[in-house]
């Protein structure tokens, strides 16, 4: 094996181009292989990156909601075709939005929306509806816990019939709401049982006070493509509106060693380094199996992502093709809003992490790069 391109990639991003500070580690049966840092956690204040920062992991934590569905679905709690009004009523009655020359007409969904519909984003939510959401249930409110969102998000018309076709959105964080109820434990906690403390992430919340987050985290950054540079912002995360809110869908505050360190228990099929199963390996391999149609790949349509389906919550490559990709096909994982990048290949026990921590983050460019230069690395 030999890392020495990706290494120097890692510290070109971050000494002449736009990345302010980076962090990897990779996994090959169970043993670290790779581990480099590179650049500055704070620029200004010129504190190198060590490695072992807080970052805001966005949503790299659908991948640990996912899994958490999958473990309920393992152990025959859930079914995949349960409708979501099965666990909050309120999702009998969704509706859904149709654009008609006349003005928008908004009609009762025809198809009732189960938990495959969330686990694979053909839900009919998006982005869009989380503000309008949130700001309503805090003037209802104050603070909002998951199940909260929920119920406001089934009041919100769909953007299309469940099932019609792929849209990144809100259905994680619903499904961590069903989590919830389904478990009886709050979701952050269930997630701490289940996933944190198994795995030995020591590192990893859903809230942290805010003076123990700035004196631990990188700084945060935002890439301003007008300057062709980036620009210090606070260390916050808009999608967590208050600390009774844990958002299954961008929660996870943790750092590299850590959520490495989870993806290398994915790479070994589901065993801990402690030996501990958390989940069996059929059914990491349903999670990572294409769910998408022909017609609902068509709205699977990010550039960086050509060459790729989607599974029970996580990307699965299956053409290289067209991915131009190194890493086998069922390669898995997901991404994060600030440069979070999760790779696993069950087959081979190999695995990599990789983060900055960035706004505009970039990933077009990192993604098929990093990824390319850890899986040939693996093969020389």
């Known amino acids: 094996m030999d890392f020495s391109e990706l290494e120097k990639f890692q510290d070109w991003m971050s000494d002449e181009w736009r990345i302010p500070g980076s962090s990897a580690i990779g996994y090959k049966d169970g043993e670290v292989v790779y581990c480099h840092s590179s650049g500055y956690a704070d620029v200004e204040e010129r504190r190198p990156m060590k490695g072992d920062e807080l970052m805001y992991m966005y949503s790299i934590t659908k991948t640990v909601t996912s899994l958490c569905g999958m473990k309920l679905l393992e152990e025959g709690k859930i079914r995949l075709d349960d409708p979501v009004d099965y666990y909050m009523p309120e999702f009998a009655d969704v509706t859904v939005r149709f654009k008609e020359p006349g003005g ?6 025809k198809r009732r929306m189960t938990l495959w519909n969330l686990f694979t984003m053909t839900s009919g939510y998006d982005y869009t509806m989380n503000c309008p959401t949130v700001n309503a249930l805090r003037r209802e409110n104050g603070d909002i816990t998951a199940r909260d969102m929920a119920r406001g998000l089934a009041g919100n018309p769909l953007l299309f019939e469940p099932g019609d076709r792929w849209c990144y959105g809100m259905s994680h964080d619903i499904l961590a709401a069903v989590i919830e109820i389904v478990s009886g434990k709050r979701f952050s906690d269930y997630v701490k049982e289940n996933v944190f403390e198994p795995v030995g992430m020591k590192n990893s919340y859903f809230h942290l006070p805010q003076e123990e987050l700035d004196a ?32 299954g869908g961008a929660g996870l505050i943790s750092n590299v060693p850590d959520v490495a360190l989870y993806a290398a228990t994915l790479a070994a099929g589901g065993v801990t380094k402690s030996g501990e199963r958390i989940i069996k390996r059929e059914t990491i391999d349903l999670w990572r199996t294409n769910q998408l149609s022909e017609e609902q790949m068509k709205w699977f349509d990010w550039g960086q992502l050509v060459g790729y389906g989607y599974g029970l919550g996580v990307r699965t490559h299956v053409d290289p093709a ?25 087959e081979n026990n190999a695995s990599l992490f990789y983060a900055h921590h960035m706004l505009n983050n970039q990933e077009y460019y990192t993604f098929p790069r990093v990824r390319n230069l850890f899986f040939d690395g693996l093969k020389k």
Do not use: H
């Open 216 to 247: 631990r985290a990188a700084s945060m950054y935002q890439f301003n493509d007008t300057t062709v540079r980036y620009e210090k912002i606070p260390v916050t995360n808009w999608a967590v509106p208050g600390e009774s809110y844990d958002s």
């Open 322 to 346: 067209k991915s131009g990709s190194s890493s086998p096909i069922g390669e898995f994982g997901w991404t994060g809003a600030a440069g979070g990048l999760f790779y696993v290949d069950v």
């Open 104 to 109: 928008d007409v908004i009609e009762k969904a």
